[in-house]
């Protein structure tokens, strides 16, 4: 199978831009999840997605939304950029029926100026 | 609150040794419990997990200890190679409520094996 894949790898964005990543998950897996990684944060959850329905949040501001499609592509959209959201983002899938495991993607590397 | 804590941010081997690293969590409520592998820049890559109901769980050169009334866990590697050398990191989750297909991580752990 496939593994799990995002795009664009990298992205330049400006202060006040807003900026749309996308995720395709592993086949037959329908939760998405997504995280930031920061040197000073590490990794923190933004958001979960199963069956095209939000089920958990993390603790970010409204600017940071996403949503899932019913071929369970999933993604995450930021607004009003700040530099605090140059980051790598992750998306991973898992198939719901097991918890124990969570495969990522290679992750987006936004940089705003 | 770190729910999920590595306090050794850094760990030295020599190749063919075991190298352990180690993972403390505070919330009981966790019952899933990962290690991932990352490269800088990369997304993590996904070792070996077990689950609460299990003291120990092994996947070739990985196995994974877990004392859940220390609520503490270990990762040994044996033996040791210098493919290894990465950062490591552990994560715990539990189904249901506020942690669906939230993993919690621990800070990461710089392991580097010498040849």
């Known amino acids: 199978k496939a593994g799990v894949t995002q795009t664009p790898r990298y992205l330049i964005k400006t202060r006040g831009q807003q900026v749309t990543l996308s995720c395709s998950p592993i086949?037959?897996?329908?939760?998405v999840s997504w995280y930031q990684q920061t040197p000073g944060q590490g990794l923190q959850f933004l958001f979960e997605?199963?069956?095209?329905?939000?089920?958990n949040k993390g603790n970010f501001p409204g600017r940071f939304s996403g949503r899932q499609f019913s071929n369970s592509r999933s993604e995450m959209n930021v607004s009003t950029l700040e530099l605090g959201d140059s980051a790598l983002y992750l998306c991973?899938?898992?198939?719901?029926?097991?918890?124990?495991?969570?495969?990522f993607g290679p992750g987006t590397r936004l940089l705003v100026l | 609150d770190q729910q999920v804590k590595q306090n050794s941010p850094s760990l030295s081997v020599q190749e063919g040794r075991i190298s352990i690293l180690n993972c403390d969590y505070t919330?009981?409520?966790?019952?899933?419990f990962l290690w991932y592998k990352k490269y800088p820049a990369e997304g993590p890559t996904f070792l070996i997990s077990?689950?609460?109901?299990?003291d120990k769980n092994e996947d070739g050169r990985f196995t994974v200890f877990l004392n859940k009334s220390a609520k503490h866990l270990s990762l040994h590697i044996v033996p040791s190679q210098p493919g290894d050398s990465a950062v490591y990191f552990c994560?715990?989750?539990?189904?249901?409520?506020?942690?669906?297909?939230?993993?919690?991580f621990g800070q990461g752990t710089i392991l580097t094996v010498h040849p």
């Open positions: 991973a899938s898992r198939d719901v029926q097991r918890v124990e495991t969570q495969y």
């Open positions: 086949s037959g897996h329908r939760s």
């Open positions: 997605y199963f069956s095209e329905t939000q089920r």
């Open positions: 919330n009981s409520m966790f019952d899933y």
């Open positions: 077990i689950s609460s109901i299990k």
């Open positions: 994560a715990a989750t539990y189904e249901g409520g506020t942690s669906y297909g939230k993993l919690t």
